[in-house]
């Protein structure tokens, strides 16, 4: 009878946490003033608003607060040495928080401005330093979404936003998944709808010479190279580079990840499913439930596991739009591993491969050394 008194408690408990943080559906397309204006007084008051963008959904706080930046990394349990992405409205807004604006920042400012490319720039003083992780420089975009932009002028003009999910964990492209990672830590989510890319901007190092590619987005090397000329690729995309002091979100620490063990799967289609089926017939064999995730075009060709869609390789967005989704997927299944096929895509397989690497903690298998 205690233990029943005991657990009764315990709901109740949990219940009032829940009440903590609100829900409020938001139409893009009609946008209510009045919501909008609610929540950018929390976001002027220090306090914190998830939101979405075109990208994914971000956590937002007043950049230019150093207590309200120190909560985000405390709701998120983020590493206080990753710096955040600074979010504006206007493009005479990028001149405040900057020493100076680059004429290729202008550029491409001009080309791919509202949408998902974050520029890196020397940052002035207004701009604390728990807000840039320490850095000298700081991370700044300006969202396409209009529920993101408005909340931005409502919020001030300046807010700081990385995505709304607790550190390492997936990145959260529906409301719902704001709520199953954040709830009773923030107190408002604006619930947007699904976002429409599903993978986080491009960002791109323009302090030094050459501007530098720290994170592969929709915005493309080439894209990029189109508008301004020479760019590189840093190293530490496709090598951990643990040494080093992140100079924007996702480059130092394990991301996207989901709870089960991941493992990617790479070589040619016909041999990637042979070893896949392999490896999830093993783990059936110890009692153990394999997650698969496989393109449109071979899901079929599975035998064992709990096989998930991902999208179809002759349109690529669909991968990376259904990326995080599908993790959570697979969490909810109980799945004890994860095998993926390697989605090496024409135009933005960098930037899918850059996530799935990091939620697999790096563990890859060539499907022919299983020969």
């Given at each position: 009878m205690r233990k029943d008194i005991q657990n009764t408690a315990e709901i109740k408990r949990i219940e009032e946490i829940k009440k903590t943080t609100e829900i409020i559906k938001v139409n893009e397309a009609c946008?209510?003033?009045?919501?909008?204006?609610?929540?950018?007084?929390?976001?002027?008051?220090?306090?914190?608003v998830a939101f979405p963008t075109e990208t994914v959904y971000g956590l937002g706080a007043d950049a230019l607060q150093a207590q309200a930046a120190e909560k985000i990394y405390a709701a998120k349990g983020r590493p206080s040495d990753n710096p955040l992405i600074v979010h504006i409205c206007r493009m005479e807004d990028l001149e405040k928080i900057v020493t100076q604006v680059p004429e290729q920042a202008r550029k491409l400012a001009q080309a791919f401005w509202p949408g998902p490319l974050t520029m890196i720039l020397n940052k002035n003083d207004c701009v604390p330093d728990r807000t840039t992780g320490g850095?000298?420089?700081?991370?700044?975009?300006?969202?396409?979404?209009?529920?993101?932009?408005?909340?931005?002028?409502?919020?001030?003009?300046?807010i700081a936003a990385p995505s709304a999910n607790l550190s390492g964990r997936p990145s959260p492209t529906l409301a719902e998944h704001v709520w199953e990672d954040l709830q009773g830590r923030i107190p408002l989510i604006?619930?947007?709808g699904a976002v429409g890319i599903g993978i986080e901007s491009t960002i791109a190092d323009l302090t030094g010479e050459i501007p530098v590619i720290l994170r592969p987005g929709y915005i493309t090397m080439e894209m990029l190279a189109g508008v301004i000329g020479q760019v590189r690729i840093d190293p530490g995309i496709v090598d951990e580079a643990s040494g080093i002091k992140p100079k924007a979100p996702g480059m130092k620490y394990k991301h996207y990840a989901p709870k089960a063990e991941m493992v990617l799967v790479e070589g040619?289609?016909?041999?990637?499913?042979?070893?896949?089926?392999?490896?999830?017939?093993?783990?059936?064999?110890?009692?153990?439930?394999?997650?698969?995730i496989a393109a449109a075009e071979t899901a079929d060709c599975y035998r064992h596991g709990f096989v998930v869609r991902i999208g179809d390789r002759g349109n690529e967005?669909?991968?990376?739009?259904?990326?995080?989704?599908?993790?959570?997927?697979?969490?909810k299944s109980g799945a004890d591993i994860i095998y993926s096929e390697s989605f090496s895509t024409p135009r933005i397989g960098q930037a899918i491969m850059n996530r799935m690497l990091k939620a697999a903690g790096h563990q890859v298998i060539q499907a022919e050394s299983l020969g």
């Open positions: 946008l209510d003033d009045a919501v909008i204006r609610r929540a950018g007084e929390i976001i002027r008051a220090g306090g914190l850095l000298a420089s700081v991370a700044v975009r300006m969202p396409a979404n209009r529920i993101a932009l408005a909340l931005i002028r409502s919020g001030g003009g300046f604006l619930d947007g040619k289609p016909q041999q990637v499913v042979w070893a896949i089926n392999r490896l999830a017939a093993a783990q059936e064999a110890e009692g153990k439930k394999a997650g698969i967005d669909t991968i990376a739009h259904n990326l995080y989704r599908i993790l959570r997927e697979l969490d």
